[in-house]
């Protein structure tokens, strides 16, 4: 258990590196941020998953599959429909955004990536590297495209899909910018959910019910998993 | 870039449209920029004696003076020497050097230090100067970014991160002071880069200077290149000893003569004056990385030289400004692909087609120009297998290399890691032949270190001149040298206490286990913000120089 927690402590250091990056002098630095989200990502899936997994090696050392097959198909089974266990107390407010998030249909790929079983480490971690990557990659984009204000101009490509994870972008930003200090700082209270319509209304009142949401563990388990659809996301270069 | 490259014969392309190079000294190019920070570098480097300004009026024209015989001035003193009195002091050692010492010859101190590399005795060291202020209140821009012996080791270059190179000459040794001959005083100093802002991408680009390489010496002016970020420039630093006098149209005080006045035509004539030592920037190597530079590297012809960002190296003519060979490109198509960029990029010493560059993720590829124009693919790759059993959430962070440097023999190569240095064959690539632990004692620390940033401290590494050393920096002001063919291994401090002139260094031991043994330094009581990331080794003698944030120390093979 103490191994989620320690996951759970460096999955936020390394949100507020990622974060505090962005203001800094000189422009994003790559290096440090590749580096960053790799330890993210290794982090993050040591947190996701069962709590009798030991460290996991990042998803390139894919040869480690006979230790995840067994608590695997758990995990990514209950996390559909019923939150895992740790998370029941939270699971009404876990399933509030689930749904409506997976209503959407690109991130119901995403979410619904719930690979067959035998393949589930390997897949999944294919999945969740592209969702770890994705708040990373968009500071990293950030660098070369024209600087996206909170909130960023959407990009001249048409459709909703873009819409939306601007929109996700500004949420998360404002967010992290609300309610970061409380996640270092306390027990972490919990983070929203970005909203799938995007924009600031959205955002508005996702503080609040970040400040409604009880344990640290259930809602981070939404954010991380709605860090998906940015995997998606295009690059306007 | 889609020129296909000949490596060894470059097409000799027209020299970049010539701008303005006035030919006057820097006052003319708005050297009130160079005065204003020369005499504010002079003043930050004033020691703490508190002598007032050696150089007579501080104005913009002064320009930082070498010594010649004759000339014993100097711009700062040496911390913890006697207080001399006048210019003509020398340095403080002089004073408190037994009576043996000054019998030494000359010569029998170059052979002893003479790079026979220590060979069955213990190099000792002892300290030889430090450049610097004392203040506990270190200012960001005075932060020593990059330290380089040039290719005689006669001149050191530094960079700091507000822009500013300072180069300090070795003292010519005089009859009159033979135990002076390595003081290393300053010679030039110049404002290379100025923060810039990105319009485009609003960014602002540091001034912060990365890395400086010497052009090896091929008149009487030196050359060296100086990088920040995103621009290369080549500076070119060249005494001056003679002014003309006798202008027709120009007064002696600068004021123009009416021509009308003119009565008779004079040729003018050269007088000596006092030295001055100026920089001007001759070429500018602009525009050409989207990302961070973080290496250059003069080719052995002395003709080109490479720059590695994060994802590109650019291969460059010294002469030509303008267009530049992309060589290497890691980049994705898909960014979000990304998993390694590149850490540090450097020429072989002597065959001019061959390069190395490493990786974030540990590894090195060397890289043949002549089988390619673009080297993606490699020729070599140099890997060791991870252990499993020292995985951790932080393994692929200090498998990162943070600096790779061939040997001067060219046979070996060397690569610092966070934890450790190691040794290559260039003819081994499964493996290294030689893996030195630095501060092993950090890996159970390593969460701590990413909390407070350490851990992506990028250390470099320096062998000696004849490959038989090789030195890094650790935290806590210390450093650590190994000697390869023993195995001996030193941890050295750079601080104020053991600052007093030819004092030996103590070698330091940090305590691993349980009892803490007398002098022993616990791993918690290690000072992190101290940290000795930039060491530089003379190409042929046993001086080396180590940059601590803001202070230099320069420390020598001690002589019997």
Redesign the interface.
Known sequence: MEFKL??HR?VS?SLG?IYSARGQ???L????N??VS??LR??RQ?YLSEPGCP?E??P?AAGHPEEEPPPCPAAWAAEEPPPPPPQDEAGRDCQGPRPRRCCCGENRGGCAGAPPPPHCPRKRSAGER?QA??PV?KP??E?????PLPPPPPPSPPGEQEDMETGNVASLISIFGSSFSGLLSKEPKGRRRPPLDGGEAAAGTAPAEAAAEPGQICCDEPVLRTLNPW?TAI?AF | MGAILKPRTLPRLRAAPSRSRPRSRPRSRGSPRHGRSVAALRARLRARAGDGPRLGSAGPREQARPRRAGRHRRLMRERGGPEGSGPGQGAGAALSLPPSLTALSPSAVVARAGGDGGGSSEVQWCFLQVKGAIDEDVAEADIISTVEFNYTGDLLATGDKGGRVVIFQREQETKSRPLCRGEYNVYSTFQSHEPEFDYLKSLEIEEKINKIRWLPQQNAAHFLLSTNDKTIKLWKISERDKRAEGYNLKDEDGRLREPFRVTELRVPTLKPMDLMVEASPRRTFANAHTYHINSISVNSDYATYLSADDLRINLWHLEVTNRSFNIVDIKPTNMEELTEVITAAEFHPHHCNVFVYSSSKGTIRLCDMRSAALCDQHSKFFEEPEDPSSRSFFSEIISSISDVKFSHSGRYMMTRDYLSVKVWDLNMENRPVETYQVHEYLRSKLCSLYENDCIFDKFECCWNGSDSTIMTGSYNNFFRTFERSSRRDTTLEASRESSKPRAILKPRKVCTSGKRKKDEITVDSLDFNKKILHTAWHPMENIIAVAATNNLYLFQEKVN
């Open positions: 320690e996951a460096i250091i590196k002098r000189g422009g630095k790559l290096h440090k590749l580096l790799l330890v290794s982090a040591v460290p090696p990042p390139a592209g990557g994705s990659k990293r984009r660098e070369e495209e024209p600087p995997s690059v």
